[in-house]
């Protein structure tokens, strides 16, 4: 005799299966690319601030529906090479769901699942505030973003915020493993702190000594944010220069830096001619070299890139530096005082002359909005003279400012056609 349906049972089954559908949706990534993936879905617009990163098993499936069928199969053979692995090691990969308020197009992640129990954020900068007295009409002064670079938070303060102090003491608070604050006051422009394009900053709270060490990928970069500058926007570019270069390939990274580029080619096997003009960033690259295990396959020099340009022939050029956003130009590198107001184009002939036939460069250049794509593609023609030019790739790496956009092309250059 068959058995009866329990209807309390039913209707429990019903009303779970219910909330499972209305659940807040969550991208799985591999735990090592969370930092990255998070800049990503920041950048698409549909990560959710209002709930916190969760362990895989926080989340239930989407009832088998995914967001692409070319996903799902990527997600089933990266499941089946784990199982057939089993018996080599004890577990996979750790897998963190990332919270979203839609299923992204851009960002590349193994899977869409719906969170059973999320976990909601209880506070934020403003309830901290709003705890120190902070009216409504306050609140409109506090800072909306900043930036966590290791143990130092660097943030843009409003002109009209209303208490700096209380800023940075409550963003000590809601961001527990911090240890100082720094207002960030833009990059030097005059004399030579702007040819070494230093980082203007002012101790807001915390320890005075903000040398740290961030972690990027498994990319370390020892720094210290109130002399050398680094920029957060810049994560997803920095993680695809590891991913665009193959093992053995001359690289030239003719704005290095601390290794902002240099450091993730170098850890994915490339061998890279760095130059970087600040004494203090260069100090920090060959530091990083050591402390990422790659100091054979980085030559470093603190030298002006264009000196090097004609001893090389490289596969790889990387422009990180991308000078002025408003074209005018100039025709001396230096001016009076000995800023830098060259624009990226103009160091593209010696880019050209380190390129061996078939190479490829990544132009940055700070772009007006209206330009986009024209400008920097004419730019790159012009510099190609008589080689052969092939356009690879065009991206956004984030807002410079306002109508203005912090691109890179990339772009292979055969030999002479």
């Not at 053979?77 to 057939?84: H, L, P």
């Not at 980082?199 to 109130?226: I, M």
């Not at 680094?230 to 994560?235: D, L």
């Not at 000078?323 to 010696?350: I, K, V």
Request: net charge negative; with cysteine.
């Amino acid at each position: 005799m068959p058995e009866e349906s329990d209807p309390d049972a039913d209707a429990t089954a019903a009303t779970g299966a219910l909330e499972r559908a209305d659940a807040p949706l969550a991208a799985v990534v591999e735990s090592e690319r969370t930092e990255t993936a998070i800049e990503s879905l920041r950048a698409e617009g549909v990560y959710d601030d209002s709930r916190r990163v969760q362990a895989v098993s926080d989340v239930v499936r989407d009832h088998g529906e995914r967001v692409d069928e070319a996903l799902e199969g990527r997600r089933a053979a990266s499941e089946m090479t784990s199982s057939e692995g089993d018996g080599n090691r004890e577990k996979g990969p750790e897998r963190i769901a990332l919270p979203i308020t839609e299923p992204p197009t851009d960002t590349r992640v193994l899977e869409v699942v719906r969170q059973l129990e999320p976990a909601f954020r209880s506070r934020d900068l403003e309830d901290l505030l709003a705890e120190r007295g902070w009216s409504d009409a306050d609140l409109e002064g506090a800072p909306g973003s900043w930036a966590v670079i290791g143990s130092v938070v660097l943030v843009t303060l409003p002109n009209e915020c209303p208490d700096e102090t209380d800023v940075a003491e409550a963003l000590l608070e809601l961001h527990g493993g911090a240890d100082s604050v720094l207002a960030d006051e833009g990059i030097a422009n005059e004399g030579t702190a702007g040819t070494y394009r230093e980082p203007r900053t002012r101790l807001l709270a915390g320890e005075r000594d903000t040398e740290t060490v961030h972690v990027e990928h498994g990319t370390r970069y020892g720094l210290d944010p109130a002399t050398v500058m680094f920029s957060p926007g810049n994560q997803a570019e920095r993680v695809r220069m590891g991913e665009v270069v193959d093992p053995g390939e001359r690289v030239f990274d003719m704005f290095a830096g601390i290794g902002y580029f240099a450091l993730p080619m170098a850890r994915s096997g490339a061998r890279v001619t760095a130059t970087e003009l600040n004494p203090t960033a260069f100090r920090y690259l060959l530091e990083n070299a050591v402390l990422n295990d790659v100091g054979d396959r980085i030559d470093a020099y603190t030298a002006d890139c264009r000196e090097l340009a004609g001893d090389l022939e490289v596969d790889r050029v990387v422009m990180g530096y991308y000078g002025r956003a408003d074209g005018a130009g100039s025709e001396d590198a230096t001016d009076a005082r000995g800023a830098r107001t060259d624009e990226a184009r103009e160091f593209l002939p010696h880019a050209l002359e380190a390129l061996a036939p078939g190479g490829v460069v990544h132009y940055h250049e700070a772009t007006p909005e209206s330009r986009l794509w024209d400008r920097p593609i004419e730019r790159l023609e012009a510099a190609a003279a008589d080689r052969e030019l092939e356009v690879l790739e065009t991206r956004r790496v984030k807002s410079h400012s306002a109508g203005v956009a912090h691109v890179v092309v990339d772009a292979r250059f055969g030999g002479e056609a």
